[in-house]
């Protein structure tokens, strides 16, 4: 994604957190590919974007929630998996 965005001259790193990294500590735990993109969004959104949006009035956050559509079938037959995004705009009160 990262790589996208900087070949349209966007760079989004700085304020870019993906869920699963913020879960797992690569470091010490053997992830491997990560957690469940709708397990790591939720747990996530619920566990740290939320309260910190309720202590910090006037803050805005774009979450958004990726996921494969995956088929075994696709993967036999050499097919692309298609993907999937959500994005949702929150912000808090002042």
Do not use: W
């Amino acid at each position: 994604m990262h790589e996208l965005l900087e070949k349209e001259g966007l760079s989004i790193s700085e304020q870019h957190q993906d869920c699963g990294l913020l879960l797992y500590d690569r470091e010490t735990q053997d992830v491997h590919a990560g957690g469940s993109g709708c397990g790591c969004s939720a747990a996530v959104l619920c566990g740290k974007i939320l309260p910190e949006l309720e202590q910090n009035p006037g803050r805005k956050v774009l979450f958004i929630a990726t996921g494969a559509l995956m088929s075994s079938l696709s993967i036999q037959q050499g097919e692309s998996i298609p993907c999937i995004a959500h994005l949702v705009e929150l912000s808090s009160e002042e």
